[in-house]
T-cell receptor, first 115, second 115 residues
């Protein structure tokens, strides 16, 4: 089955710094990877995704890097702002087998941005 | 995401009571999901439905049941609530017909407390 883990449960940074949140996954058949942001009292919000045929994808101030060799995923947030403070989840799925159409979530990393 | 709504937003109930949580979506998506979130844990899948006639158990379905009344509505029931079902519950949707996307969109959540 799929298991998804995070290297650090909490991350504290200063405003303006770059943040890196890491995620490891176990299933080599995983082919879709997504990052969500969850603010207090809200549901998870989509940030950025990437498919296994890519190793990097950029959005607005965010970049996702995928290393399929070591089954590792990271989210980079540039010039972190206080509004970025939230819990960040990675999730993975695969096109076939019992994971079809489903996401497996990691436990989450709490990002705190200090002014 | 305002396109996915959940009712009620908060509910306090007693052990043994039957509870129904409702989810509605205006995104026109075929797939709907129910998740549970506990402190310090990621989201765990309870049930999912790929269309109106399709219902599938997730990893933690015991003690729960669901009903897909229409494409836009997916309800979760706790037949006899117990205290360890105290958690945040999220509904999510995804578009089966958007090629290459397994992105799920989440509602605001229901905070359920079972005394």
């Amino acid at each position: 089955g799929e298991s998804v883990g995070l290297h650090l449960p909490t991350l504290s940074v200063q405003e303006g710094d770059n943040s890196i949140i890491n995620c490891a996954y176990s299933n080599s058949a995983s082919d879709y990877f997504i990052w969500y942001k969850q603010e207090s009292g809200k549901g998870p919000q989509f940030i950025i995704d990437i498919r296994s045929n890519m190793d990097k994808r950029q959005g607005q101030r965010v970049t996702v890097l995928l290393n399929k060799t070591v089954k590792h995923l990271s989210l980079q947030i540039a010039a972190t702002q206080p509004g970025d403070s939230a819990v960040y989840f990675c999730a993975v799925s695969s096109a076939g087998g019992t994971s079809y159409g489903k996401l497996t979530f990691g436990q989450g990393t709490i990002l705190t941005v200090h002014p | 995401d305002a396109d996915v709504t959940q009712t009620p937003r908060n509910r306090i109930t007693k052990t043994g009571k039957r509870i129904m949580l409702e989810c509605s979506q205006t995104k026109g998506h075929d797939r709907m999901y129910w998740y549970r979130q506990d402190p310090g844990l990621g989201l765990r899948l309870i049930y999912y439905s790929f269309d109106v006639k399709d219902i599938n158990k997730g990893e933690i379905s015991d003690g729960y049941s669901v009903s897909r009344q229409a494409q836009a509505k997916f309800s979760l029931s706790l037949e006899s609530a117990i205290p360890n079902q105290t958690a945040l519950y999220f509904c999510a949707t995804s578009d089966a017909y958007r090629v290459g996307s397994d992105t799920q969109y989440f509602g605001p959540g229901t905070r359920l407390t079972v005394l």
